[in-house]
C-alpha cells in the first residue's frame, strides 16, 4: 500500500491536467537550488555573476516538462560541496562518486558526463621537475581543489603533500609563487580552463606521468532533498532524458561524448 502510494504522489505531482486542476498544487512550485562552480568549459560564471554550463542546460531542459523553480548559485568548488552536505543547496553537478562522497550525498544515475581522460600533473617549466611514476610523486607539495576526488589511489595516499585550494585560479598562483610543486587536472579540461583562467601556460609543464581513466560527471542531491517528491521527479526525467537520447544532445555542445550505454543500465 506504501509503494501505490508513493506512485500516486509522483502521478499527481507529473501529471499536467491534475496540475491545472487543483490551483494549490499549482501556485506550490517546488523551489530547487543547484551549486554551480567556476569550471570552465562546463561551468562558468561570469565577470558579472550569469551562471552557465551543461547542468544549467540540463536542468532547463527539465523544466519543459515539470514546474519548478531554479536557483542558481555560484561558489568556489569547495564551499559548493560543502553547501551540497550541510543541505544549503539542492544539488550540485559535475561531481565525480566516490563511497566517501554516497555517505554525505545521493548521486543520480546515469553520469551525463563520461570523459576518457588522463589526470596529469602540472609543473612550472623552470622547476625542471621530472615525474614519469607514481612514487615520483611522494615528497613533493601537489595543490589540489579542496573536496575534489581525482583516481582511488591519489585519493587514498595519506602519504602524499596535498595542498587543498578553494579553486583552479588559486592552485596555479600557488604553483607560480612556488608554495606548490604540482597542480593536479583532468587533461581533457585543463587547457581549456588554462587560457579562460589567463594562465601563462607557455611557462607550464605537463609531466610524463599520467592516469588514464574514463571520468564519470554526476548529478548529486543532498540526502534531505533526495527524499522529496520533486527530487524523485527530476530523477525519473533525467532517465528517460538518457534513454531518449536527449540528455547527449544537451551535453554534446560542450564537447561531451554521448552517455555510453553501459550506464543506461539504472
Known amino acids: 500500500m506504501q509503494f501505490i502510494g ?3 504522489i509522483i502521478f499527481f505531482f507529473l501529471s499536467p491536467s491534475l496540475k491545472a486542476a487543483d490551483p494549490y498544487v499549482r501556485a506550490k512550485v517546488p523551489n530547487v537550488s543547484i551549486a554551480v562552480d567556476h569550471a570552465p568549459p562546463y561551468s562558468q560564471i561570469s565577470p558579472d555573476g550569469e551562471i552557465s554550463g551543461a547542468i544549467v542546460d540540463i536542468v532547463r531542459a527539465m523544466q519543459t516538462q515539470l514546474d519548478f523553480k531554479i536557483e542558481l548559485v555560484g561558489c568556489p568548488f569547495s564551499r559548493c560541496i560543502r553547501m551540497l552536505e550541510y543541505g544549503e543547496v539542492d544539488a550540485m553537478g559535475g561531481l565525480i562518486l566516490t563511497p566517501e562522497r554516497q555517505q554525505k550525498m545521493v548521486f543520480i544515475k546515469p553520469a551525463y558526463m563520461a570523459l576518457s581522460s588522463s589526470f596529469v600533473f602540472y609543473a612550472r617549466h623552470k622547476s625542471q621537475l621530472k615525474i614519469t611514476n607514481y612514487e ?7 595543490a589540489v581543489m579542496r573536496g575534489a576526488a581525482y583516481f582511488k589511489r591519489f585519493n587514498e595516499d595519506n602519504d602524499l603533500i596535498k595542498v587543498p585550494v578553494p579553486s583552479e585560479q588559486t592552485a596555479m598562483d600557488l604553483l607560480f609563487k612556488e608554495r606548490a610543486d604540482l597542480v593536479i587536472a583532468v587533461e581533457e579540461t585543463a587547457d581549456h580552463a588554462m ?3 589567463n594562465q601563462p601556460s607557455n611557462k607550464l609543464v605537463k609531466m610524463d606521468y599520467r592516469y588514464k581513466d574514463t571520468i564519470f560527471g554526476y548529478l548529486a542531491f543532498n540526502k534531505k532533498f533526495a527524499s522529496s517528491v520533486i527530487a524523485q521527479a527530476l ?6 532524458m538518457a534513454k531518449s537520447g536527449q540528455l547527449s544532445q544537451l551535453v554534446a555542445p560542450y564537447k561531451l561524448p554521448p552517455i555510453p550505454p553501459e550506464v543506461l543500465d539504472f
Not at 136 to 142: A, N, Q, S
Not at 235 to 240: F, I, N
Open 195 to 197: 587560457s579562460v583562467l
Open 6 to 8: 508513493y506512485i500516486l
Open 235 to 240: 530523477t525519473l526525467q533525467m532517465q528517460q
Open 136 to 142: 615520483d610523486l611522494y615528497g613533493k607539495k601537489i
